[in-house]
């Protein structure tokens, strides 16, 4: 759509708008006001503000004579043309625009008089205007600045002379409110000089200050004839504010308290005057009843009347001493304790690396602790193996309800056999790989401390015996002592990794380390030696279950001994092991500890 070109006509009035995209000036005739037109140079739509002016410039001479002689504090009353919503402009703002506080949509500002505006007495027609000869009557604005600056246009026919005074006398004017009637002022006459007429003259035609303030109309509120001791005594216990009076009560004891809604459980701030009512919650604008709160039952503060009851001063407080020499030497003493303790342990760390692998294993088995549970695991392994073996041999008649009652022991026998060797092999390979010379706390046979040791046992027991079930069907016809031997080191071999990965990964599921698979590459010693350690126990522990298979209860107790014993001692095997590997942990520390050649290096 092409941008209409402005009328030509005289009583046509321009209005001037901005385009919001290349910001050109452009001007557009006031019947297309409120309508969108296309801006010639960037083609953007846009919508001219305000409404069309109704009002011709021809015929209508009153609308011409109400525009000139509207004063600027003059309230006019508009209709926006888009949300149809009142609004109000002043005299001074006629022919701009104004934004629509509803909507912001543009206004253009007519001469609209509001409905609170006062009948102005309009002045008699006058039927002729007389020009000036060599004056250009288009081409001027009211304000006397060219037509090209004006928002409107005003012709020959809207420019009116002074009017005649009216032969009516004028209504009276409007009684002003009290707020607004001029204060009297009383001028004292007696400092003037009268000898001096010019002096007096430029001290007369000095204004007045402007008062910006008028008590005028205000009634005085009768005279306070209260005492002084009445005053205080109005005071709360503070002194700080006086007490409410009677007209006062209802407006004090207003108060604020929270609801929460309904539906949605919104926090909403009410006040108690609209207890009763509903309020509407902004989250999901349902409507929640506002009900007055509990009471809460406070102990009412008695007044101090007895002497007694009146409070003593205590003693002076004296300043708080300084504790920061205290704090210091509190921190040092926590200090040195915690460095004697990372000294007393890397200590042990560099000895438990110097002294070897049979130095740390005789050493550990020669303790109290390990040698009272060698021999308690013998006696009760001695026991569940002699019970099963004459529970078999009954058989027949009423010994074999003998046998029954045996294979009954037996299987308690066995059951605390596992459980209380289970907890030994577990803390003795725990405290061997971290170092740690003795043990001491033991875990109770309590069933909630052992029992989170059952699946890494079990899952790296059925994984060691794997190999063994494989290797005792291909051994048909060789003697059984080779096929206990060998199937005993595959079994030791392969045991060993595989509870050291679960125990250093804390989970049972972990049967693969890399820290384990990094250690076989990085020192192949440490596993050679640990292979060695197996090969001189495979024969033992297969002697020692040989002597178990025997007939006799002195098989039976020689064979338990040396089972618990052969044992014992491949735990701490394991133990050491671990603690060989977890030194590539914080990046080798065993080559920086235990081998004097790298230090002279």
Same mark, same amino acid.
């Given at each position: 759509?092409?941008?209409?070109?402005?009328?030509?006509? @005289?009583?046509?009035?321009?209005?001037?708008?901005?385009?919001?995209?290349?910001?050109?000036?452009?001007?557009a005739?006031?019947?297309?006001?409120?309508?969108?037109?296309?801006?010639?140079?960037?083609?953007?739509?846009?919508?001219?503000?305000?409404?069309?002016?109704s009002?011709?410039?021809?015929?209508?001479?009153?609308?011409?004579?109400?525009?000139?002689?509207?004063?600027?504090?003059?309230?006019? @009353?508009?209709?926006?043309?888009?949300?149809?919503?009142?609004?109000?402009?002043?005299?001074?703002?006629?022919?701009?625009?104004?934004?629509?506080?509803?909507?912001?949509?543009?206004?253009?500002?007519?001469?609209?008089?509001a409905?609170?505006q006062? $009948?102005?007495?309009?002045?008699?027609?006058?039927?002729?205007?007389?020009?000036?000869?060599?004056?250009?009557?288009?081409?001027?604005?009211?304000?006397?600045? $060219?037509?090209?600056?004006?928002?409107?246009?005003?012709?020959t026919?809207?420019?009116?002379?002074?009017?005649?005074?009216?032969?009516?006398?004028?209504?009276?004017?409007?009684?002003?409110?009290?707020?607004?009637?001029?204060?009297?002022?009383?001028?004292?006459?007696? %400092?003037?000089?009268?000898e001096?007429?010019?002096?007096?003259? &430029?001290?007369?035609?000095?204004?007045?200050?402007?008062? &910006?303030?008028?008590?005028?109309g205000?009634?005085?509120?009768?005279?306070d004839?209260?005492?002084?001791?009445?005053?205080?005594?109005?005071?709360?216990?503070?002194?700080?504010?006086?007490?409410?009076?009677?007209?006062?009560?209802?407006t004090n004891?207003?108060?604020? /308290?929270?609801?929460?809604?309904?539906?949605?459980?919104?926090?909403?701030?009410?006040?108690?005057?609209?207890?009763?009512?509903?309020?509407?919650?902004?989250?999901? %604008?349902?409507?929640?009843?506002?009900?007055?709160?509990?009471?809460?039952?406070?102990?009412?503060?008695?007044?101090?009347?007895?002497?007694?009851?009146?409070?003593?001063?205590?003693?002076?407080?004296?300043?708080?001493?300084?504790?920061?020499?205290?704090?210091?030497?509190?921190?040092?003493?926590?200090?040195?304790?915690?460095?004697? &303790?990372?000294?007393?342990?890397?200590?042990?760390?560099?000895?438990?690396?110097?002294r070897?692998?049979?130095?740390?294993?005789?050493?550990?088995m020669?303790?109290?602790?390990?040698?009272?549970?060698?021999?308690? %695991?013998?006696?009760?392994?001695?026991?569940?193996?002699l019970?099963? %073996?004459?529970?078999?041999?009954?058989?027949?008649?009423?010994?074999?309800?003998?046998?029954?009652?045996?294979?009954?022991?037996?299987?308690?026998?066995?059951?605390?056999?596992?459980?209380? /060797?289970?907890?030994?092999?577990?803390?003795?390979?725990?405290?061997?790989?971290?170092?740690?010379? &003795?043990?001491?706390?033991?875990?109770?046979?309590?069933?909630?401390?052992?029992?989170s040791? #059952?699946?890494?046992?079990?899952?790296?027991? /059925?994984?060691?015996?794997? $190999?063994?079930?494989?290797?005792?069907?291909?051994?048909?016809?060789?003697?059984?002592?080779?096929?206990?031997?060998?199937?005993?080191?595959?079994?030791?071999?392969?045991?060993?990794?595989?509870?050291?990965?679960?125990?250093?990964?804390?989970?049972?599921?972990?049967?693969?380390?890399?820290? #384990?698979?990094?250690?076989?590459?990085?020192?192949?010693?440490?596993?050679?030696?640990?292979?060695?350690?197996v090969?001189?126990?495979? $024969?033992?522990?297969?002697?020692?279950?040989?002597?178990?298979g025997?007939?006799?209860?002195?098989?039976?107790?020689?064979?338990?001994?040396?089972?618990?014993?052969?044992?014992?001692?491949?735990?701490?095997?394991?133990?050491?092991?671990?603690?060989?590997?977890?030194?590539?942990?914080?990046?080798?520390?065993?080559?920086?500890?235990?081998?004097?050649?790298?230090?002279?290096?």
């Amino acid at each position: 759509m092409q941008h209409p070109e402005p009328s030509k006509t @005289a009583g046509d009035a321009l209005l001037q708008y901005a385009c919001p995209r290349c910001q050109a000036q452009l001007q557009a005739s006031t019947r297309l006001a409120g309508t969108r037109q296309t801006c010639p140079t960037c083609k953007q739509s846009i919508q001219l503000p305000g409404i069309p002016s109704s009002a011709p410039a021809t015929g209508e001479n009153s609308t011409a004579r109400e525009i000139s002689n509207i004063p600027a504090s003059a309230r006019l @009353a508009l209709t926006c043309p888009q949300c149809q919503k009142r609004a109000f402009a002043r005299g001074s703002q006629l022919g701009k625009t104004i934004t629509c506080e509803n909507c912001l949509e543009d206004i253009l500002v007519v001469a609209t008089l509001a409905e609170s505006q006062e $009948p102005v007495a309009e002045p008699s027609p006058i039927t002729a205007v007389e020009s000036l000869p060599g004056q250009d009557l288009k081409g001027t604005s009211p304000g006397g600045s $060219p037509a090209s600056e004006s928002p409107i246009k005003l012709t020959t026919d809207d420019l009116l002379p002074e009017p005649s005074p009216p032969s009516v006398p004028p209504p009276p004017p409007p009684v002003p409110s009290p707020s607004s009637q001029p204060v009297e002022e009383t001028y004292d006459l007696d %400092h003037l000089d009268l000898e001096n007429p010019k002096a007096v003259a &430029e001290q007369v035609s000095k204004p007045p200050a402007e008062k &910006e303030i008028s008590l005028e109309g205000l009634t005085a509120g009768p005279a306070d004839t209260r005492s002084t001791e009445q005053i205080l005594q109005s005071l709360d216990p503070l002194g700080t504010a006086p007490r409410a009076t009677a007209d006062q009560a209802d407006t004090n004891n207003s108060y604020r /308290f929270s609801i929460n809604c309904l539906l949605c459980g919104t926090r909403l701030n009410v006040s108690s005057d609209d207890i009763g009512g509903e309020v509407r919650c902004p989250d999901c %604008h349902s409507h929640t009843t506002i009900r007055e709160p509990r009471k809460e039952k406070r102990p009412s503060s008695k007044p101090l009347t007895a002497e007694k009851d009146q409070l003593v001063p205590g003693p002076p407080i004296e300043p708080a001493r300084s504790v920061s020499n205290e704090g210091k030497k509190q921190a040092q003493a926590f200090m040195e304790k915690a460095r004697a &303790e990372v000294e007393s342990k890397q200590e042990q760390f560099t000895e438990t690396a110097n002294r070897g692998w049979w130095m740390t294993i005789l050493s550990s088995m020669v303790q109290i602790d390990i040698a009272i549970r060698i021999l308690m %695991h013998s006696i009760i392994g001695f026991l569940a193996v002699l019970t099963l %073996h004459y529970g078999l041999l009954m058989e027949e008649g009423i010994m074999a309800m003998l046998g029954l009652f045996l294979f009954a022991t037996s299987f308690i026998f066995f059951l605390a056999l596992g459980a209380s /060797f289970l907890v030994s092999v577990v803390t003795i390979i725990e405290t061997r790989a971290n170092g740690d010379h &003795e043990i001491e706390n033991w875990p109770s046979l309590i069933l909630m401390e052992w029992i989170s040791m #059952v699946p890494y046992m079990g899952i790296s027991l /059925f994984i060691a015996v794997i $190999p063994l079930i494989i290797w005792i069907p291909l051994t048909e016809g060789l003697d059984p002592a080779i096929v206990l031997s060998v199937g005993s080191m595959l079994t030791l071999l392969l045991f060993a990794p595989v509870i050291l990965s679960t125990l250093s990964a804390g989970t049972p599921a972990a049967i693969v380390s890399s820290r #384990v698979m990094a250690s076989i590459a990085l020192r192949p010693s440490e596993w050679f030696k640990f292979a060695g350690f197996v090969l001189l126990l495979s $024969p033992a522990m297969a002697g020692s279950m040989a002597l178990l298979g025997g007939s006799g209860p002195w098989p039976i107790l020689a064979g338990s001994a040396s089972f618990m014993v052969t044992s014992f001692f491949y735990l701490h095997v394991v133990g050491t092991l671990g603690f060989q590997i977890s030194c590539y942990r914080d990046g080798d520390r065993l080559d920086q500890l235990g081998e004097p050649g790298d230090e002279d290096e």
